[in-house]
């Protein structure tokens, strides 16, 4: 079984930045395509953005477009999502995920995903 573990901080002001990891175990990590979601009070679950297998291709949600950058490290099995220029409606809880079907591309709904971090709340203050 895969396990992710998510992990950064907690709370950064508006307009500031913030780095969130997702460390995964397995061996078969670079096989995987992966992916961040979010979840904000009282909100569905949304999509933030989704990386390929070997990180050539990556793949935003128009509402942290030019915002957010996705990245993973393979010889690491981490994950990462820079955001930047960060807003209160940034915050919620972000959660990294791993499809194992090994598709050939970014997928971008929860529906495709086999694996879940516990998540990790983000609050930006205003």
């Known amino acids: 079984q895969v396990q992710l573990v998510e992990s950064g901080v907690g709370l950064v002001q508006a307009g500031g930045s913030l780095r969130l990891s997702c460390a995964a175990s397995g061996r078969a990590f670079s096989s995987y395509a992966m992916g961040w979601f979010r979840q904000a009070p009282g909100k569905e679950l949304e999509f933030v953005a989704a990386i390929n297998w070997s990180g050539a291709v990556t793949y935003y949600a128009g509402s942290v477009k030019g915002r957010v950058t996705i990245s993973r490290d393979n010889a690491k099995n981490t994950l990462y999502l820079q955001m930047n220029s960060l807003t209160p409606a940034d915050t919620a809880v972000y959660y990294c995920?791993?499809?194992?079907?090994?598709?050939?591309?970014?997928?971008?709904?929860?529906?495709?995903?086999?694996?879940w971090g516990q998540g990790t709340q983000v609050t930006v203050s205003s």
């Open positions: 995920a791993a499809d194992n079907s090994l598709r050939m591309g970014t997928p971008r709904t929860v529906y495709e995903y086999d694996y």
